[in-house]
T-cell receptor, first 115, second 113 residues
């Protein structure tokens, strides 16, 4: 059983399209996150949710909208995709805010390519 | 603001050599957590270690060891007798009360046979 699963693993789409990436964790964690890894491998947080409540929104364009229907799911919807959105998006979860307890568990990533 | 610096962008060594990856951090908090993650060519992020700010003991796990020094704000990672399978990008990260993980720029380690 995968602890943090993301779908799809690869996503190729045209500019201007709208797409979603789904994330589910079966660890019973309270907090979930989205991180973006750019072409230079730099990892930066985008959002965090704790028990379905938005905690961090890290200066991400409004075209990105996270949705957490329950604490086991955190989906990422992106409107009007741009070339610069091409990146690898990682979902993660932690038992508590900030990963103080047992750290973070990451999904395997979704490679988004906008053409 | 918290910050993590991995000054070594790329390191290349020959198999069986020892190699140390440097990590320097900045934070105003007294309570914080430090992490190392490995990202192999397959792309996933693999957790290696978590260390809290109150525990300065060095840690050894097989060929891996970590040296945490609060006096110099460093959390360095050493691989002893490196192997080709150790080739990956390694990330140091800091988590504090800000409730997020802040990553360093990563160090690409290449182990040549």
């Amino acid at each position: 059983d995968t602890a943090v699963s993301q779908t799809p693993k690869y996503l190729v789409t045209q500019m201007g399209n709208d797409k979603s990436i789904k994330c589910e964790q079966n660890l019973g964690h309270d907090t979930m996150y989205w991180y973006k890894q750019d072409s230079k491998k730099f990892l930066k947080i985008m959002f965090s949710y704790n028990n379905k409540e938005l905690i961090i929104n890290e200066t991400v364009p409004n075209r990105f909208s996270p949705k957490s229907p329950d604490k086991a799911h955190l989906n990422l919807h992106i409107n009007s995709l741009e070339l610069g959105d091409s990146a690898v998006y990682f979902c993660a979860s932690s038992q508590d805010l900030g990963g103080r307890g047992y750290g973070y568990t990451f999904g395997s990533g979704t490679r988004l390519t906008v053409v | 603001a918290q910050k993590v610096t991995q000054a070594q962008t790329e390191i290349s060594v020959v198999e069986k050599e020892d190699v140390t990856l440097d990590c320097v951090y900045e934070t105003r908090d007294t309570t914080y957590y430090l992490f190392w993650y490995k990202q192999p060519p397959s792309g996933e992020l693999v957790f290696l270690i978590r260390r809290n700010s109150f525990d300065e003991q060095n840690e050894i796990s097989g060929r891996y060891s970590w040296n945490f020094q609060k006096s110099t704000s460093s959390f360095n990672f050493t691989i002893t007798a490196s192997q080709v399978v150790d080739s990956a990008v390694y990330f140091c990260a800091l988590s504090e009360g800000a409730q997020k993980l802040v990553f360093g720029q990563g160090t690409r380690l290449t182990i040549n046979p």
